[in-house]
T-cell receptor, first 114, second 113 residues
Framework: DQQVKQNSPSLSVQEGRISILNCDYT??????FLWYKKYPAEGPTFLIS?????DKNEDGRFTVFLNKSAKHLSLHIVPSQPGDSAVYFC?????????????FGKGTKLSVKP | EPEVTQTPSHQVTQMGQEVILRCVPI?????FYWYRQILGQKVEFLVS????????KSEIFDDQFSVERPDGSNFTLKIRSTKLEDSAMYFC???????????FGSGTRLTVV
């Protein structure tokens, strides 16, 4: 049972344009959401997070939007750069009774073309 | 920038052998984790460790797996009798608190032959 779903395995975007990566979740107990970026042969790198009490969090070129009623979040990258090309993982955790263990989606491979 | 260090980067072992994967988390972090990623699949939670004991573990983390923090700096994952399906990238991670996300190591690629 996939609790965190990233339905697009890949996305290709032109440099300078917006990249929008989507993520859906099924567990209503999730209250904390994170995006990680992963290059080949490296571990995931934390990008940005959002708590369920917010609907938007921004950090430089990266913005995460949360729609709790739809159980949907998205990561916007503006403007996209070739160095953003990587696999992006959405992750979620539930606070109650846990240490915040993350449930990951399968990832979306972003390719930013010059 | 502080790092989580994992050794070795690649380990090849025969089926049935014991392996120990080593990690040095960031020194002031309190929570420690092991995750794994089988080739082509998603990153999966294995175990979390806090205050010198396991705080949570997944169904994957059966009796063949164990973790230890033997000396206050290292955090190890032991697989007692490896199976072919244990072949994966194993990632160690540590965190101070959830709001800052985890810091992952570069991973150990375990190949069981």
């Amino acid at each position: 049972d996939q609790q965190v779903k990233q339905n697009s395995p890949s996305l290709s975007v032109q440099e300078g344009r917006i990249s929008i990566l989507n993520c859906d979740y099924t567990n209503s107990m999730f209250d904390y959401f994170l995006w990680y970026k992963k290059y080949p042969a490296e571990g995931p790198t934390f990008l940005i997070s959002i708590s369920s009490i917010k609907d938007k969090n921004e950090d430089g070129r990266f913005t995460v939007f949360l729609n709790k009623s739809a159980k949907h979040l998205s990561l916007h990258i503006v403007p996209s750069q070739p160095g953003d090309s990587a696999v992006y993982f959405c992750a979620a955790s539930a606070a109650a009774g846990s240490q915040g263990n993350l449930i990951f989606g399968k990832g979306t491979k972003l390719s930013v073309k010059p | 920038e502080p790092e989580v260090t994992q050794t070795p980067s690649h380990q090849v072992t025969q089926m049935g052998q014991e392996v120990i994967l080593r990690c040095v988390p960031i020194s002031n972090h309190l929570y420690f984790y092991w995750y794994r990623q089988i080739l082509g699949q998603k990153v999966e939670f294995l175990v979390s460790f806090y205050n010198n004991e396991i705080s949570e573990k997944s169904e994957i983390f059966d009796d063949q797996f164990s973790v230890e923090r033997p000396d206050g700096s290292n955090f190890t994952l032991k697989i007692r009798s490896t199976k072919l399906e244990d072949s994966a990238m194993y990632f160690c991670a540590s965190s101070w608190d959830r709001a800052r996300g985890y810091t992952f190591g570069s991973g150990t690629r375990l190949t069981v032959v």
